[in-house]
Structure formats: structure tokens, C-alpha cells
């Protein structure tokens, strides 16, 4: 099982987008997928076909503590969508609550890794879309994942909340002995720019391989299919958006060998 988080705690960079249709990719490509959603805005629920308001079993009773009445292990939230092999834990706006909920209690960064590690479910991926902070319920997505993602929409600040964002992972190496692997994806990009190649530049120098080839362009039916509830590739099947994150899929898929034989080196 593969655990990703999609984060950047700049907003508008595409991570909602991100989990939804790499979600719906991966699951076009055969693997049993769930989309885990930390943001209280609720835009991956919304985003596929779900009205949060109307959920009464969400992400937030999987965060309170095992001995409150309101607590849920993870199985008992997830509903599928109607997209054949994707499953979503759901958010609503009742999440913004757990931000200074959990913030006195012991072992804060751990529900949703402990939440994880309890329910014996088995899917291929979880995809983890984190709300657009470096708060509690980021932290939680952080430490319950072995990958993250982050998107970066080539901007003249982009890397400078780049450098934001590895700084808190550098704590959490330190202070929570916990190190996933960091990959970047590029995110509406409009490629014809100065701007962009320079930005490209930068993060290829930065993170190397961990770059996506994969270049996510600015396409209008990525925002069209978010608004009508649906993955882009049921939306637009044949717009530039659903080829490249069906492109990004395969990149994601082709990691899964290198993985699994770095797993056989350490055993041995
Ligand atoms: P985040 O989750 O990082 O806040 P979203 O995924 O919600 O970002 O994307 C922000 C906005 O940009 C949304 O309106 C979304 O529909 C739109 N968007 C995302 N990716 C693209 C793209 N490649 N081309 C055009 N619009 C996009
Ligand atoms: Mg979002």
C-alpha cells in the first residue's frame, strides 16, 4: 500500500485537482485507490459529487480520540464514488474544529497515521489532499504518508514556499524521526513563459529526479469536471488534462517496481 500526501501550504496550486484525477487514473489502471480528505473546505468531497453538509460520518471522527463517543475507525467513513475502484474518506467543514482540538493533546501528529495503521483495510494507493496551511491536520498527512507530492504552479514565489515547505519537513525528520520521499509536480502551467522554464529549472535543480516529467498544463476541463463532480477523464476524456494525469499515473505506477525492490534490498 502506497501512501502519498498532496501538499503545499500555498492554496490554488492544483493539490485538490491532484488527488482527484491522479486518483481517478490510478484507478482507471487497475488499482484500488482511496482519497483521504484533511481540508475542511471539503473540495476533493465536492469535487467528487459529494455534498460535504450532508455527510454525518467524516475525516474529523477519524482524528478525535479512540475513546470519544464521536470517534470512527477509517472503515467506517469511507464511501465509494462513483467511479469504479475509488474511495473517499470524506471532509466537511466540521474539520476546521480539529485544528485546535488536537493541538493539546499527546501524540497530535499521530491520528490519522495511527487511524491508518489500525483499520485493516487494503488498497493500493492513499491519496492524502491536505488543506492549504502547515498546521495540525498538514502534519498529520505528512507523518501518515511515505510519499508526498508536492504541486508547484510555476509563480515568482514558487520556490520560496518550496523552501518553506522542506524546512517543515526537516522538523519532522528531526523531531518525529519520520522522512517520507518528496517528488514535485508541476502544476497549470502555462509553458510558453520565460517564467516557467526558469521555475522548472530551479526545481530540477533542486529535486533532480524527484520531478514528474509529467507537466500538468493549464486546461479548462480540469476546472469544468471539478465543478460537475467528476474525475476529468468521465468529463473530457480526450482533453490535455485527462492525458496528462493519466501520463502522471503511469509515472506513479512505474515507481511502484523501484519500490518494491529497495523493500527486497532492505529485507536482505
Ligand atoms: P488547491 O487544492 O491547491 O487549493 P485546486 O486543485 O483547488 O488547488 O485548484 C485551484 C483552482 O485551479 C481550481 O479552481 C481548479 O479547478 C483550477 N485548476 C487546477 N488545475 C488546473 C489546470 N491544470 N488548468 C486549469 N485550472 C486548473
Ligand atoms: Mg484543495
Redo the contacts with the bound molecule.
Sequence with gaps: MRIIAVA?Q?????????CINLGASLAYHARRVLIIDM?PQA?STLGLGFEPNELDRTVLNVLEPPRSPYHLELKEVIIPTRTPNLYLAPANIDLAGAEYRLIDKLGREDFLNSSIQRSNISFDYILI?CP?SLGILTVNALKACREVIV?IQPHYFAMKGIEEFMETMDLMRENLRHDPEIYVLI???DVRTNLYREVVEEVKKYFGDHLFETV?????A??EA??HGVPVIEYEPSSS?AQ?YLNLAKEVIKLEEKKSGERLLRRN
Excluded at 500555498?10 to 491532484?18: E, I, L, Q, S
Design positions: 503545499n500555498k492554496g490554488g496550486v492544483a493539490k485538490t485537482t491532484t481540508d473540495h489532499d492549504p504541486t502544476t497549470i502551467a500538468i498544463h493549464r486546461n479548462i480540469l476546472a471539478t465543478s488534462g496528462s
